[in-house]
């Protein structure tokens, strides 16, 4: 069984940065696709950004602020978040083996217990 474990989160300031970690109990590279999703209240979840050994990808709201990186020896996905704004609250949750069907990232199977982003304006 696959476990996935985020850490990082807090309250920060519209401006500052927060790195989170998402630590998995088996090899990344055997899990495949891998992604961050945040759940704010009232909305639908959404998927901040994906990394593969092949490609990474955002959502276009974060692109230039959001780096995602993985490291295999670790078994760890980063997530890198600078600048953040206000609509950045929410939960974060690690996301294993997602699929892309040729139109958009289908959710994996496996899924952390999220860790808190709240951005104070």
């Known amino acids: 069984q696959v476990q996935l474990v985020e850490s990082g989160g807090g309250l920060v300031q519209a401006g500052e940065s927060l790195r989170l970690s998402c630590a998995a109990s088996?090899?990344?590279?055997?899990?495949?696709?891998m992604g961050w999703y945040r759940q704010a209240p009232g909305k639908e979840r959404e998927l901040v950004a994906t990394?593969?050994?092949?490609?990474?990808t955002y959502r276009d709201s974060v692109k230039g602020r959001f780096t995602i990186s993985r490291d295999n020896a670790k078994n760890t996905v980063v997530l890198q978040m600078t600048s953040l704004k206000p609509e950045a609250t929410g939960v974060y949750l690690c996301?294993?083996?997602?699929?892309?069907?040729?139109?958009?990232?289908?959710?994996?199977?496996?899924w952390g217990q999220g860790t808190q982003v709240t951005v104070s304006s």
């Open positions: 996301n294993a083996g997602l699929r892309y069907d040729g139109e958009a990232y289908r959710p994996g199977d496996y």
């Open positions: 990394v593969s050994s092949a490609r990474i």
């Open positions: 088996g090899s990344v590279i055997s899990l495949g696709i």
